[in-house]
């Protein structure tokens, strides 16, 4: 069970710095041509505790064009300001690695 843990979390920051590269060159895309519209989306979230949910909040925020404005622990929902609009799952993918990590 601990080796699986291990496992997950080494893949999951090897896909955040995967992530992180592929935002920052789509915001950079954007910002260059002008293809940008802010938006405010809430997000339901599969995660209880709140350690991960904050770890979650904490990659959407590493990743650029997006910001976690709010964490409701109770309700799971993160409220986040992204760049454009996109699906709930563009902005969240790694929140299944979180799952099998720290749940």
């Known amino acids: 069970m601990f080796l699986k ?3 997950y979390g080494i ?3 090897v896909l955040l710095i995967y992530e992180i590269v592929k935002s920052t060159i789509d915001t950079s895309k954007r910002s260059i041509t002008g293809d940008i519209d802010p938006c405010v ?3 339901k979230t599969v995660l209880k505790r709140p350690v ?3 770890i979650l909040a904490n990659t959407i925020t590493l990743t650029p064009g997006t910001l976690t404005i709010d964490i409701d622990s109770e309700n ?4 986040v300001a992204i760049i454009s609009p996109r699906s709930n799952k ?3 993918p790694l929140e299944g690695y979180i799952s099998k990590m720290l749940e």
Not at 76 to 79: F, P
């Open 5 to 7: 843990r291990i496992y």
């Open 11 to 13: 893949l999951f920051f």
């Open 41 to 43: 989306v809430d997000i």
């Open 52 to 54: 991960s949910q904050t």
């Open 76 to 79: 799971s929902i993160l409220k």
């Open 90 to 92: 563009d902005v969240i």
